[in-house]
């Protein structure tokens, strides 16, 4: 099993910035793929941006590109994900994933195996 801890989310006014982390724990070594998805009230969940742990392969939501970035700590099992330039739209609770299956489509929710409990990042005008 591997647990997903997230972090780092809160209130910011627009143009703001907030870095998020998630800290895995774990069966670790068994991952491929980290990524961050979106929830906003109303909303169904979408994929924000998404790391391959052992190439550092990186994509991200057309939404977010040029002001979201992701990175990870492999030593220390994290995942960092650096916002800048935050929008009101940029509200939502952000959650961390993990996928083992090396042939998964980073983008997509529906593969991924585990998941955090969410962290709430608000922006406000």
């Known amino acids: 099993q591997v647990q997903l801890v997230e972090s780092g989310g809160g209130l910011v006014q627009a143009g703001g910035s907030l870095r998020l982390s998630c800290v895995a724990s774990?069966?670790?070594?068994?991952?491929?793929?980290m990524g961050w998805f979106r929830q906003a009230p109303g909303k169904e969940r979408e994929f924000v941006a998404g790391?391959?742990?052992?190439?550092?392969?990186?994509d991200y939501a057309e939404s977010v590109k040029g002001r979201f970035t992701i990175s990870r700590d492999n030593g220390k099992n994290i995942v960092y994900l650096q916002m800048n330039s935050l929008k009101v739209e940029d509200t939502a609770v952000y959650y961390c994933?993990?996928?083992?299956?090396?042939?998964?489509?980073?983008?997509?929710?529906?593969?991924?195996?585990?998941w955090g409990q969410g962290t709430q990042v608000t922006v406000s005008p």
């Open positions: 994933a993990a996928v083992r299956n090396t042939l998964a489509t980073m983008s997509a929710a529906t593969f991924y195996d585990y």
């Open positions: 774990g069966r670790t070594f068994s991952l491929n793929t």
């Open positions: 790391i391959r742990w052992s190439s550092g392969s990186i």
